[in-house]
């Protein structure tokens, strides 16, 4: 029986999570390293636009039901410590760009809020995530995104996505929030 014979009979029986958690296990770790994911903007755009769902209500049989403000939360990436856009940042920026401009979302308004995780002094976050958001809003603005379509606000480490990993790359983020169509 060759080599690779042998350690396929070894294999056999374990279960499918059992084997892609030992294969996860031998990857090297730089080959584990979650990379930065550029969201597309038709992706962007349905998170932003989804379609409105029916809901069930017992007295009254099916009706259209009121949807929360939809929002997406994007990987756009700054210097450490820092509001300076990373180079790779254009890549998510452009994609949120081209949602914005989507017939679905051309007359909406937006709130570009930013987050950090906890590490650090809270108000040094804040004003940090702040500043972030309107560096976002300004790469927007500077690609002929109108300025009174873009609202920002700096949540810092108040709003974790992650509460029981408050350290978590994950909680780093810019969330885009669509508030609805423009007043005419």
């Known amino acids: 029986m060759s080599g690779s014979s042998m350690q396929f009979e070894r294999l056999r029986g374990w279960s499918v999570p059992t084997l892609l ?29 989804p379609p409105l769902t029916r809901g069930f209500h ?34 998510q920026l452009d994609q949120l760009e081209l949602a914005l401009r989507s017939d679905a979302l051309r007359n909406d308004r937006f709130l570009v809020a930013g987050h950090t995780d906890a590490r650090g002094n809270a108000s ?16 927007l603005v500077a690609h002929g995104i109108a300025a009174e379509r873009l609202s920002t606000v700096g949540y810092g480490s108040e ?5 029981d990993r408050p350290y978590d790359a994950q909680n780093r983020r810019v969330e885009i929030r669509d508030l609805g169509a423009s007043s005419p």
């Open 58 to 91: 017992p007295s009254r049989g099916l009706s259209r039901r009121e949807q929360l403000p939809a929002s997406v939360n994007l990987d756009i990436q700054f210097d450490y410590n820092s509001s300076a856009l990373k180079k790779t940042a254009a890549a």
């Open 124 to 139: 040094y976050n804040k004003q940090l995530s702040r500043q972030r958001a309107e560096t976002v809003k300004q790469f």
């Open 159 to 163: 709003r974790l996505l992650t509460n």
């Open 21 to 49: 958690l030992c294969a996860c296990i031998s990857l090297p770790a730089a080959a584990q390293a979650p990379s930065s994911t550029v969201l597309s903007h038709d992706d962007i755009e349905r998170a932003l636009h």
